[in-house]
């Protein structure tokens, strides 16, 4: 199992930045992969951000060029800096790790972007 802590969300002006942490403990060395969702209210989750145990990132294409995920194996979290914020990037971000074809979530941070 692994357990995961996300810290680092707020209340940003538009155009401000963010960066969230994913602290994950427990059987890490059987992560494949690691991602950064989101859920605005009424709407599903959805994926944003993606890093494989390889390195390889992905991004939805509306953060490209402003969000960047990364990973500190040495302190065994993930980051997401957030650049660029727009309102509509408003959403409980929540961290999730992917081992043995099961997903893994943290409690979530809420971002909100002001206009």
């Known amino acids: 199992q692994v357990q995961l802590v996300e810290s680092g969300g707020g209340l940003v002006q538009a155009g401000g930045s963010l960066r969230l942490s994913c602290a994950a403990s427990?059987?890490?060395?059987?992560?494949?992969?690691m991602g950064w969702y989101r859920q605005a209210p009424g709407k599903q989750r959805d994926l944003v951000a993606a890093?494989?145990?390889?390195?390889?990132?992905s991004y939805v294409d509306s953060v490209k060029g402003r969000f960047t995920i990364s990973s500190d194996n040495a302190k065994n979290t993930v980051y997401l800096q957030m650049n660029s914020l727009k309102p509509e990037d408003t959403a409980v971000y929540y961290c999730?790790?992917?081992?043995?074809?099961?997903?893994?979530w943290g409690q979530g941070t809420q971002v909100t972007v002001s206009s």
């Open positions: 999730n790790a992917e081992l043995s074809g099961l997903g893994y």
């Open positions: 427990g059987s890490i060395l059987s992560i494949n992969a």
């Open positions: 890093i494989t145990s390889g390195g390889s990132t």
